[in-house]
């Protein structure tokens, strides 16, 4: 101070996408998975890059170099058991950063032997249910945009981003990809709800949740274990940094 110098304080504005783990479905031909609740911002200050109809006009706080976020990505829920003593499936587990929580999907429902099916799972979107048995309610807890939808019925498919069945698509790596689909598969790091299996066979698993976070060129960030990655996005993209997140770990920012 003396020397007429102050500590300079740089902030970064920054985007983000949180997916949820996707739940599993129902044994013995029980309803499918939920997928894992979605949550992104309005890409307004990295680009303006394309966001489903879920981030517009979703901000997000700007970041102050020498930051460091424990970030984590939810698992997907494992599918119910089956013949016999059929289970619903498990939920997914949340994925987090900082503020912002994404909601796993909801298991899907069954029907034990002599009963009539079972609901869904409520979770970021319900599972279905299983013969006669209601959806798991969506948006579970409540956040404003929904970060996901209602189960359907009857085995069918669970919740999904933007609807039974229907994820939510993103251009937040610098390419178009889907995901937080109802009932799709167990694909890695899309948090999709887990597929309705036939009769007489276990459930399916739902697929793990992801976390990116994209900054500025200007920015430099960081992120652990090495499972992890960042990238620069190449022009005409502006060089703005990525940081993908496929297993919890440790988001830095300088």
Do not use: C, M
Not at 5 to 20: H, K, M, N, R, S
Not at 52 to 64: M, Y
Not at 86 to 108: A, D, E, L
Not at 153 to 167: H, Y
């Amino acid at each position: 101070k003396s020397q007429g110098t102050w500590p300079q304080f740089i902030e970064y504005g920054i985007d983000y996408l949180v997916v949820a783990g996707g739940g599993g479905s129902g044994g013995d031909n029980g309803g499918g998975g939920g997928a894992g609740g979605y949550r992104e911002s309005s890409g307004a200050s990295t680009g303006s890059f394309t966001v489903s109809p879920l981030g517009s006009g979703v901000t997000f706080s700007a970041i102050e170099a020498g930051s460091s976020f424990a970030i984590t990505v939810g698992a997907g829920g494992s599918g119910g058991s089956g013949p016999g003593t059929p289970s619903r499936g498990s939920p997914g587990s949340n994925s987090i950063f900082s503020t912002i929580t994404s909601t796993g999907g909801g298991g899907g429902g069954t029907h034990p032997t002599g009963t009539g099916g079972t609901a869904g799972i409520p979770g970021g979107s319900g599972g279905s249910g299983s013969r006669g048995g209601p959806g798991g309610t969506g948006n579970t807890p409540p956040v404003s945009p929904a970060q996901g939808t209602d189960g359907g019925t009857d085995q069918g498919n669970g919740g999904g981003a933007l609807g039974i069945g229907s994820g939510a698509a993103s251009s937040i790596t610098g390419s178009a990809v889907t995901r937080s689909a109802g009932s799709t598969g167990n694909t890695a790091n899309l948090g999709n709800g887990g597929i309705t299996p036939p009769d007489n066979v276990p459930g399916n698993s739902g697929g793990s949740g992801t976390v990116v976070v994209r900054g500025p060129a200007s920015s430099s960030l960081g992120a652990a274990p090495g499972t992890n990655t960042v990238s620069t996005l190449p022009a005409p993209e502006g060089s703005y940094k990525i940081a993908t997140f496929t297993v919890s770990g440790t988001l830095t920012v300088d």
